[in-house]
């Protein structure tokens, strides 16, 4: 099984950036499909952006269009979300996901992140 591992997360201002990453192990990353979702606290977890296995399709929810920028370099492994004009209500704890198939649904991952908390102060 893919293991995720994410980095990047903190505390930030409004109207400030984060980058984040996530790493996996295994060499059949660029066979996955990848996302990023978001819990906050007394929330469900609810889906952010995800890229396809080549990189050439991405999705965002509505609240983050504009602002997040999901990509991923698959020769490193690797998928960031670069998350700039931060808002409070951004503030979750953002998990990486893997998935066999084409669509990145809660219902569909192989495998999860342990999550890195994203804090926006207002």
């Known amino acids: 099984q893919v293991q995720l591992v994410e980095s990047g997360g903190g505390l930030v201002q409004a109207g400030g950036s984060l980058r984040l990453s996530c790493a996996a192990s295994?060499?059949?990353?660029?066979?996955?499909?990848m996302g990023w979702f978001r819990q906050a606290p007394g929330k469900e977890r609810e889906f952010v952006a995800s890229?396809?296995?080549?990189?050439?399709?991405?999705r965002y929810a509505d609240s983050v269009k504009g602002r997040f920028t999901i990509s991923r370099d698959n020769a490193k492994n690797t998928v960031y979300l670069q998350m700039n004009s931060l808002k409070p209500e951004d503030t979750a704890i953002y998990y990486c996901?893997?998935?066999?198939?084409?669509?990145?649904?809660?219902?569909?991952?192989?495998?999860w992140g342990q999550g890195t908390q994203v804090t926006v102060s207002s």
């Open positions: 996901a893997l998935t066999r198939y084409e669509s990145v649904i809660p219902t569909r991952i192989d495998s």
């Open positions: 890229i396809s296995w080549s990189g050439s399709n991405m």
């Open positions: 295994g060499r059949t990353f660029s066979s996955y499909a």
